[in-house]
């Protein structure tokens, strides 16, 4: 499941708004084990574009 959310991201990451949502339903679909590595990439894919984006959803989880 890993691989194939980090296809859609990198297939959204031209609109802000859609990369937001299919970032949010990446997280549901993952495995609590696999969201450290997720976030590790995305942070090193799209944190120059999208670093609000990332702290907004990854700060929610992290306080959920």
Known sequence: MLE????ILLK????????EKELRK???MLMPA???DFR???YQQFSRIYRKVL???FGAIAVA
């Not at 194939?4 to 296809?7: D, F, I």
């Not at 990451?13 to 990369?19: D, E, G, I, Q, Y």
Request: charged share 15%; with cysteine; aromatic share 16%.
């Open 55 to 57: 702290n907004q959803v």
């Open 40 to 42: 590790t990439w995305c």
């Open 26 to 28: 990446s997280l549901k």
């Open 4 to 7: 194939y959310v980090k296809m």
């Open 12 to 19: 959204v990451s031209f609109n802000k708004a859609l990369f």
């Open 34 to 36: 696999e969201v450290p």
